[in-house]
């Protein structure tokens, strides 16, 4: 892995500036915002494997959440993957709360989830809650956890291509005097944006034998 400051450099050679750290000290806040969004931009595409984790959470059984404090793993609603009660292979449906009343949802077996709304005080150390809220029990959670800003020191673990022609584009292109150079990387990060996603979509199928195989099986009288 590269740390923010290798990419920023790298990211100066491709522009035929000066490479050593502090010799561009504008251009180079610049290019890490642009590094820092690119990387964001990336992370959104798909649930890449290196900030993917499924964890087993116990359910406080009276509002809906898990007793685990939830901050520093799962920052947002929308990096919430699937939701599985412990020992089911069926996933947890979303609630769409204009199509059913889930306050009138009853029982201590988990049934959907929601996000926490807005006014909630549990909504950033617990983020979603399970309903009914008196469910109890284990839930296994798959998530992704998105890292903090970068600051220079700190390691980037995503493809140092993608990041590097990604923020060369967009720095060529605010600037706008190479319009050839800026077509061309352009095209070379679309390329490799490109290959990283159908590497992901072409990725091994799982043969764990819970899931490859059949769970139940039917007879049909002959006649």
């Given amino acids: 892995m590269t740390t923010l400051a290798e990419l920023n450099t790298r990211v100066q050679s491709r522009l035929s500036m000066a490479s050593g750290t502090g010799v561009q000290t504008y251009a180079e806040d610049r290019i890490s915002e642009m590094i820092q969004y690119r990387f964001d931009t990336l992370f959104e595409m798909r649930w890449w494997p290196q900030f993917f984790t499924f964890a087993t959470y116990t359910l406080d059984g009276t509002l809906g959440v898990v007793t685990t404090d939830l901050t520093d793993l799962i920052k947002r609603y929308d990096d919430l993957a699937v939701i599985y009660v412990t020992d089911s292979n069926k996933p947890l449906t979303e609630v769409t709360m204009t199509k059913r009343n889930v306050l009138l949802l009853a029982g201590t077996t988990p049934i959907q989830f929601s996000g926490l709304g807005p006014t909630d005080t549990n909504k950033t150390s617990r983020v979603f809650q399970i309903w009914p809220k008196a469910s109890t029990g284990t839930i296994e959670v798959g998530f992704r956890t998105k890292p903090d800003t970068f600051a220079p020191t700190d390691t980037v673990d995503f493809d140092d291509q993608a990041l ?16 050839n150079a800026t077509a061309k990387f352009e095209r070379m990060y679309r390329d490799r944006e490109s290959q990283l996603i159908r590497n992901y979509d072409s990725g091994p199928i799982s043969l764990d034998p819970s899931t490859a195989l059949p769970q139940t099986f039917g007879f049909t009288a002959l006649t």
């Fill in 164 to 179: 590097i022609l990604g923020a060369t584009f967009d720095y060529l292109e605010d600037d706008g005097a190479n319009p």
